[in-house]
């Protein structure tokens, strides 16, 4: 297995983002080890770059790989 596994999570919540977050929506999250420890995800919105979200508007979620690769092809 690939030590640069990508990681996804399930937007639940847009309270205050609806703009940059669709609930029910799939994302990819970026690891950031300094925003995890205050509970923040690293997350490419629909602005197509890469912004902190708190984590509890998000369920992160696990894929097999097949379903990874199309979910990141572009």
């Known amino acids: ?4 596994k990508r990681q996804f999570a ?3 919540d847009n309270a205050d983002y609806e703009a940059s977050l669709i609930v029910r929506k799939i994302y990819e999250v970026l690891p950031d080890e300094e ?3 205050d509970d ?3 997350v490419i919105d629909e602005s197509g770059e890469d912004y ?3 984590r509890s508007q998000f369920i992160l979620v696990e894929f097999p790989a097949e379903v990874e690769r199309a979910l990141t092809a572009v």
Not at 1 to 4: F, P, Q, Y
């Open 52 to 54: 902190l979200y708190h």
């Open 40 to 42: 923040f995800l690293r």
């Open 35 to 37: 925003a995890a420890k």
């Open 10 to 12: 399930v937007c639940v």
């Open 1 to 4: 297995m690939s030590a640069t």
